[in-house]
């Protein structure tokens, strides 16, 4: 059963991406990275890491991707919508995509036996991770959530330079 459900949630990670890629409404790419996402908790419950799941999906499918459909809502898509499909770049995209999976397949190669017997600890990550992130970690944690509340103000303030 847990084969199965690995097979499952690869394939629909991977149909996901191919919609992230193939779609030209970039809301539907976004909500197929959604999809993707969502399988990808999928694989880190296979492997008990029942923590990165809920993260996963908290943090990557909620929050960063409103994020992502909220500046996609404010960029002007019609004039993404009259250009054309290349196939030529689409050719060159495919290409530097199977040589970066050769090339990924050949490092996973040389580094899968030096970790093979390396035992897996069984402590509580969640304690620790939360301890280290509002202690040690603490101020890059508040800065990079300045940045973004920045970034956020500042797209919606270029997106606003057109009703002046």
Do not use: H
């Not at 999809?35 to 419950?45: D, E, K, M, Q």
């Not at 196939?87 to 970066?100: C, D, H, K, N, Q």
Request: hydrophobic share 60%; aromatic share 12%; glycine share 6%.
């Amino acid at each position: 059963m847990e084969s199965l459900l690995f097979w499952f949630f690869t394939l629909g990670m991977l149909l996901g991406g191919i919609g992230v890629i193939a779609n030209r409404n970039p809301v539907a790419s976004a909500l197929s990275l959604v999809l993707s996402i969502c399988f990808l908790a999928g694989l880190y419950l296979l492997l008990n890491a029942f923590f990165l799941a809920a993260i996963q999906i908290i943090v990557y499918a909620g929050a960063v991707m409103v994020l992502f459909l909220f500046i996609i809502m404010l960029l002007d898509l019609r004039e993404e919508a009259k250009r054309p499909f290349r196939f030529g770049s689409f050719f060159v995209a495919s290409v530097v995509s199977v040589l970066f999976l050769v090339a990924l397949i050949r490092v996973t190669d040389s580094i899968k036996d030096r970790y093979a017997g390396i035992p897996v600890g069984n402590s509580d990550n969640i304690t620790a991770i939360g301890n280290l992130l509002f202690t040690r970690y603490l101020l890059p944690f508040e800065v990079t959530s300045i940045l973004l509340l920045v970034a956020m103000i500042g797209a919606i303030l270029l997106s606003k330079k057109e009703l002046k």
